[in-house]
């Protein structure tokens, strides 16, 4: 079940968008501002984020912002203004999509699902960092053309961690992500099957850096 969350300070708003997610198969949760966004943010995974813009002590911009430090879901933003301005602010800031109010949720409901299958599509590509290679269909990973076995949950922790390449993810949201909201493990669990696949890695175990305090990220230089 993909997760949407509704990001708005109207509360009649953020139900009727609920409302119609549900229907349409989205577990949701809502936010009444930004704070309060940002930190659901910190220690859930989303699939979508539908985002107001005009709201009260931070803005649906400086959220946008934050979000984008750590992660690349996509983002719809909602606003009561159609400026052409506001909408390119938006997209420099990685904003995936704009619909102005009053709006269709019919047509809200369209556009998250145009936007997940490009982002699901994305997401099952072929992805390189020099001779390691990943392959999501069909779940193996090769260095320098041999295949190397992980385990299920350390390839889901390395796709995870390639397809937000340079993005710096929490532990919480790992834990979040690859092993699902209903696991109630410890965050140390995570460090421990970093650990192990790194040692899976050999030479390219330097892709995964740790983020002291936070996470972990995957980047990639012609150095490894």
């Given amino acids: 079940m993909p997760n949407m969350l509704i990001i ?21 949760q809502e936010a009444e501002n930004g704070e309060c966004a940002l930190k659901i943010a910190l220690k859930n995974s989303f699939d979508i984020l539908v985002l107001d813009v005009m709201m009260p002590d931070m803005d649906g911009f400086d959220v946008l912002k934050e979000i984008r430090r750590t992660s690349q879901v996509p983002v719809i933003m909602l606003t009561a203004r159609g400026e052409e301005y506001d909408k390119l602010k938006g997209f420099e800031l990685g904003a995936d999509d704009y619909i102005s109010k009053p709006f269709s949720p019919k047509e809200l409901m369209a556009r998250i699902g145009a936007i997940l299958r490009r ?16 392959d999501p269909a069909s779940r193996t990973v090769a260095l320098h053309g041999q295949k190397i076995n992980l385990p299920p949950k350390e390839f889901d922790l390395l796709l995870k961690l390639s397809q937000n390449e340079r993005v710096v993810l929490s532990r919480e949201k790992l834990l979040q992500t690859v092993w699902g909201y209903h696991y109630y493990g410890d965050v140390r669990t995570v460090d421990t099957h970093i650990k192990s696949l790194r ?3 050999g030479q390219y175990r330097k892709l995964i850096q740790t983020v002291w305090g936070v996470g972990y990220k995957l980047e990639y230089t012609e150095e490894i």
């Fill in 119 to 134: 982002s699901k599509k994305s997401q099952t590509d072929t992805i390189s960092f020099g001779q390691l290679t990943i």
């Fill in 8 to 28: 708005d300070d109207d509360l009649h708003l953020r139900k009727l968008v609920r409302t119609y997610g549900e229907v349409e198969g989205f577990h949701c």
């Fill in 199 to 201: 040692e899976h890695l």
